[in-house]
């Protein structure tokens, strides 16, 4: 079984609309959350990272950690068509003083029609 | 600011060959990490320097090898290529401090 699991879709959602996607994961140690947007054949933007549990707002996305379901996710307010892109979710043990790799969902496929 | 910086942007390899792929993180940062994401799939963790020392290690071949320079770029080493070598290989860079990486375009590399 994976670390981090990721539904990769596709999820297909009209303009306008707001987006949930989720991950869940198994390692207790992981406390660094993050999220990025991939375009195809591009390099993974972040878009959000978050430590530990807790919300974080930026704009129109929203990441929540919730550590002890181990489970989390990201939210998309006001969806756009240029919003369609594979969303992975990445996750790590430590920073602060480390230079961990991150660990990485499949990743969701998202789909936003006009 | 100028992003992470990788060439080259594509590189095609015959088997057997070696290929080595070069990373320029971002201004003032002092962390890379090199990533290989294989056709549909999600990007898989290989390596990670900080001044110049190798910091955490994930699931790089033996064939592979990297460094880190003074000047904090990095190269990717790889050896006796082989076809399911062709992927997408991404660098990214963080501050020592943060753990936020910032990926490079990536450097495509097809092995016929």
């Known amino acids: 079984q994976k670390e981090v699991e990721q539904d990769p879709g596709p999820l297909s959602v009209p303009e306008g609309a707001i987006v949930s996607l989720n991950c869940t994961y198994s390692?207790?140690?992981?406390?660094?959350f993050m999220w990025y947007r991939q375009y195809s054949r591009k390099g993974p933007e972040l878009l959000m990272y978050?430590?530990?549990?807790g919300n974080k707002e930026d704009g129109r996305f929203t990441a929540q950690v919730d550590k002890s379901s181990k489970y989390i996710s990201l939210f998309i307010r006001d969806s756009q068509p240029s919003d369609s892109a594979t969303y992975l979710c990445?996750?790590?043990?430590?920073?602060?003083?480390?230079?961990?790799?991150?660990?990485f969902g499949k990743g969701t496929h998202l789909i936003i029609q006009p | 600011a100028a992003g992470v910086i990788q060439s080259p942007r594509h590189l095609i390899k015959e088997k057997r060959e070696t290929a080595t792929l070069k990373c320029y993180p971002i201004s003032r940062h002092d962390t890379v990490y090199w990533y290989q994401q294989g056709p549909g799939q999600d990007p898989q963790f290989l390596i990670s320097?900080?001044?110049?020392?190798?910091?955490d290690k994930g699931s790089i071949p033996d064939r592979f090898s990297a460094q880190q320079f003074s000047d904090y770029h990095s190269e990717l080493n790889m050896s006796s290529l082989e076809l399911g070598d062709s992927a997408l290989y991404f660098c990214?860079?963080?501050?020592?401090?943060?753990?936020?990486?910032?990926f490079g375009p990536g450097t495509r590399l097809t092995v016929t």
């Open positions: 320097f900080y001044e110049k020392m190798q910091s």
């Open positions: 990214a860079s963080s501050s020592w401090t943060s753990p936020e990486q910032y």
């Open positions: 390692n207790s140690a992981f406390q660094y």
């Open positions: 990445a996750m790590s043990e430590n920073s602060g003083g480390g230079a961990d790799g991150l660990t």
């Open positions: 978050t430590y530990s549990s």
